[in-house]
């Protein structure tokens, strides 16, 4: 198999600035650091017994100079970048296709649209995003600079996006008792808190990966399964006879390519998410029976509402949020979005925004950003700070500060 020319050129292309380490039959892996920059290499390690092979997810200026126990300091000035990596690990592999689309299908809501998914070889699922389209800095860090970090928190706050849903599908496609029966797992193993718990039987490694972390190789084989580990345009039309050496069609230009920035909108909102869930409880408690109306709004939001050029959809999420923290019912947001996005110079697709509400309805209710959060208000260019903004720290706090101002002024 490793000796297609097609495929060895795929591998050394794919290896350019990053560690690839073999492992063997026996399942050990080679030493490391290694690189990929010749057949020869590649026929060498496969003469000596190597059945598959494995690269970082990060990209360096030179994988040679990585050594054991360096500090972070001195990998983020060797590392250039990173591809998010989504790694779904699962032992059924229907129940990974179904993980694998609702990823898929979070990344879109995101806008993100050059990500590339491969099979795992086995039962798993890989949904890649490349580096060429993360915004260039995330709150003032360079995002070379921002694994495994970013990486964390972007894969828990979309587990926790497709939660409910990857629930709802599992249980709708096979019901409880032929997911006990299948997965050989009893019902306590499978339940939490008394609902059922989808991440009992698939989970998404990369909410515990660290730096260096390796995934399988496109194009290598799986040492216990010996299927290749191929990329995939339709997962849920995939059948394991497709990654069978012999089948193996070589895609060109996978993991290449996006529009730089094209993700900068999934970095902010996993950003965000962190601290919002630290928010939602004392949120709860303070919610406004009686919606608090526009003429208490601070500055920021009025200028949003007038119409904008740039950062319509991050002023969707921050509309959404501010709006529900101050008491509006969903049918007063939905319609003031749909007539704010009328004043925009250049209105956002209507099915974007149905999509936020959508989504939305169905999680709690968070905070907008604070004040200080530089990707939003500042960023966007509405923060016009009126004096009752001095020791204001959110939106919502201005309102609820307005209003309390004009009951005791009557």
Not at 68 to 79: A, H, T
Not at 362 to 391: A, F, H
């Amino acid at each position: 198999y490793y000796h297609r020319k097609d495929i060895r050129e795929e591998m050394l292309r794919l290896a350019e600035h990053r560690e690839v380490v073999p492992r063997y039959k026996d399942g050990g892996f080679g030493k490391r650091p290694q690189t990929l920059k010749y057949e020869k290499e590649l026929e060498k390690w496969v003469r000596e017994g190597a059945v598959s092979f494995h690269m970082s997810e990060e990209r360096w200026i030179n994988p040679m100079m990585l050594t054991p126990g360096m500090r972070k300091e001195e990998m983020d000035k060797l590392r250039t970048g990173w591809d998010l990596v989504l790694d779904v690990d699962t032992n059924f592999l229907e129940f990974g296709k179904i993980c694998a689309r609702l990823l898929i299908k979070a990344l879109k809501f995101h806008e993100v649209k050059h990500y590339f998914v491969k099979f795992s070889g086995r039962t798993g699922w890989h949904i890649i995003v490349p580096y060429e389209t993360f915004p260039k800095e995330v709150n003032g860090i360079p995002t070379s600079r921002l694994f495994p970090e970013a990486a964390i928190k972007i894969s828990q706050y979309l587990m926790d996006m497709i939660r409910n849903k990857l629930s709802d599908e599992l249980l709708d496609s096979f019901g409880f008792e032929e997911l006990m029966r299948r997965s050989g797992k009893k019902y306590e193993d499978l339940v939490k808190e008394e609902e059922f718990d989808p991440y009992s039987l698939i989970s998404i490694d990369s909410v515990a990966i660290s730096s260096r972390h390796l995934f399988r190789m496109p194009y290598s084989l799986n040492e216990k399964s010996w299927l290749v580990s191929i990329p995939v345009k339709n997962v849920m039309k995939f059948e394991l006879e497709q990654a069978r050496p012999e089948n193996v069609v070589v895609e060109e230009g996978f993991m290449e390519g996006g529009r730089p920035g094209e993700a900068k909108q999934l970095f902010i909102q996993a950003y965000e998410y962190e601290v919002m869930k630290e928010r939602e409880v004392s949120l709860a408690r303070s919610i406004p029976k009686r919606a608090i109306p526009k003429q208490f709004f601070p500055p920021c939001i009025k200028n949003i509402l007038k119409g904008l050029e740039d950062g319509r959809k991050r002023s969707v999420f921050i509309l959404i949020n501010f709006l529900r923290s101050l008491g509006w019912d969903f049918d007063s947001i939905e319609k003031e979005l749909y007539e704010w996005n009328k004043r925009n110079k250049e209105p956002l697709r209507e099915n974007y925004i149905a999509s936020q509400l959508k989504w939305h309805k169905k999680n709690p209710i968070y905070l907008p950003p604070n004040c200080d959060n530089r990707n939003y208000y500042l960023d966007i260019g509405v923060c016009q700070p009126d004096p009752l903004c001095k020791g204001i720290k959110n939106p919502v706090t201005y309102s609820f500060k307005s209003r309390r101002r004009y009951r005791k002024s009557r």
